[in-house]
């Protein structure tokens, strides 16, 4: 009597349409948005289902849904959603455009399309890619253009829409823990066009399974890499002169600006190693904990274990080495989830909202080696590892399993926004600290000692 809604089973009806997820209708028009959970984090797709028929009407693929399908993701390319977490709602441009709808990206990005599932563009940076800082006062915001930003890594937060002053704006939790409100403008400038017809035969079809198959399995292999037994050990100052006759390994992420090459080496005493990274903000990190300095900012990272075959969990003897710069020096934290001979205080938890992982011994490997040298948009990092510290003995034509990587910082080295690794592509994960402190052997290459 009074004007509010009753909800009950008696209003309730079936589309014709199962699914679930996320479901926004759209005014006017009969349709619903659905961005589907079927899979949960596997590939999936967003649809626009015609309510007075009951069926999808068209449908988009979202191959990364979500938090946990982003953490895969390839690097952002037009036409590409990457962790829509939510439809923030529909605003109607004109009548020769119609509707169009806003989805919020878990890496930072927002996706528009037209309600009737046609790409329209992707604002924002994504969090992986270098992007501009918030400037220390509000006021210097205020009709500032913000495309050179980005919204960071799960940004569950959010609306869009038409106001009645006719502007089309969205609400961002950008700046952390205030809300900003942006104007959209541009999107009257999207024009319509009758596209062409595109003929595909069997012949073609059945190639494209044969080709997809081929990328599949190149994908999956195991990546392997030889380290070379040497007989004088290199200086450590941070040169390549030493280095010159030992193998490469290139790690990149396709469309990352940032990418690095390492070589490893080893002797009776020790692994060396020498990464140089492409940063356009090299070697940056403020972090103040030397336990959290992969979240804090630029490092290096190397993961080792003693066993020759693959496993999911990690097991006493693996280990994972961060080198960062620490009080104004390099230093190396060695990371251990199990040793039954750390010493007391050495053990260290790691904790969010979603999990906790704790580590037996995390601490300064205060026999390690290191040296840093910045130029230009580089910084190489060389290093000289003791073998006792990292519980390995390897022999020749032994095979062990391990992995190198660099984790990217913001233009201010306060925080991480990437990390890249050369075996374990699932690292897109930026944003919850005990997962990306745990070390991941199942998806080690594997190293042959020569």
Request: glycine share 12%; aromatic share 8%.
């Amino acid at each position: 009597s009074d004007g509010a809604p009753v909800y009950g089973l008696a209003g309730k009806s079936d589309i014709g349409v199962k699914d679930n997820g996320d479901l926004v209708p759209v005014p006017g028009e009969d349709r619903l948005i659905s961005l589907s959970w079927d899979g949960y984090a596997g590939p999936t797709k967003l649809t626009g289902i015609d309510l007075k028929k009951g069926a999808v009407e068209w449908y988009y693929p979202n191959p990364f849904p979500g938090v946990h399908g982003s953490h895969r993701a390839t690097m952002p390319k037009p036409g590409l959603l990457i962790g829509p977490l939510k439809t923030c709602g529909v605003a109607k441009v004109n009548d020769a455009i119609g509707n169009v709808f806003l989805m919020r990206g878990n890496l930072g990005q927002d996706f528009l399309m037209t309600t009737d599932g046609l790409y329209i563009g992707a604002m924002f940076q994504d969090g992986r890619l270098p992007g501009e800082a918030l400037p220390d006062k509000e006021e210097q915001l205020v009709g500032r253009p913000m495309e050179g930003f980005s919204e960071g890594g799960e940004p569950f937060n959010g609306w869009f829409g038409k106001q009645n002053d006719g502007k089309i704006r969205l609400t961002t939790g950008m700046a952390g823990q205030a809300a900003m409100i942006l104007e959209i403008k541009g999107l009257e400038t999207i024009r319509r066009f009758q596209g062409g017809t595109l003929k595909v035969t069997a012949p073609q079809l059945a190639k494209a399974v044969t080709d997809n198959l081929a990328r599949a399995q190149n994908i999956a292999g195991n990546k392997s890499y030889a380290i070379r037994k040497i007989a004088n050990p290199p200086v450590i100052n941070g040169e390549t002169d030493e280095w010159k006759d030992v193998p490469t390994l290139t790690i990149a992420r396709q469309g990352q600006p940032e990418k690095a090459t390492v070589k490893l080496a080893y002797d009776a005493t020790n692994l060396y190693a020498l990464y140089e990274v492409q940063d356009a903000t090299p070697w940056l990190n403020q972090g103040k904990e030397f336990a959290r300095l992969f979240k804090t900012g630029d490092a290096v990272d190397l993961q080792i274990g003693t066993r020759t075959t693959a496993h999911n969990e990690p097991q006493a003897g693996d280990k994972r080495v961060v080198i960062a710069q620490w009080n104004g020096k390099p230093v190396a934290v060695l990371m251990a989830p199990f040793d039954a001979n750390a010493p007391v205080g050495a053990a260290k938890t790691y904790s969010s909202p979603v999990g906790t992982r704790q580590f037996q011994r995390v601490e300064i490997l205060s026999n390690a080696v290191v040296s840093v040298k910045k130029q230009g948009n580089l910084y190489r990092v060389e290093m000289a590892l003791p073998l006792k510290d990292l519980g390995v003995s390897p022999q020749a034509g032994q095979s062990l399993r391990g992995d190198v990587g660099f984790i990217s910082s913001d233009a201010a080295g306060l925080i991480n926004t990437a990390r890249t690794y050369w075996s374990n592509t699932q690292t897109n994960l930026v944003n919850d600290e005990p997962l990306e402190a745990w070390l991941y052997p199942q998806l080690w290459g594997e190293w042959k000692w020569e």
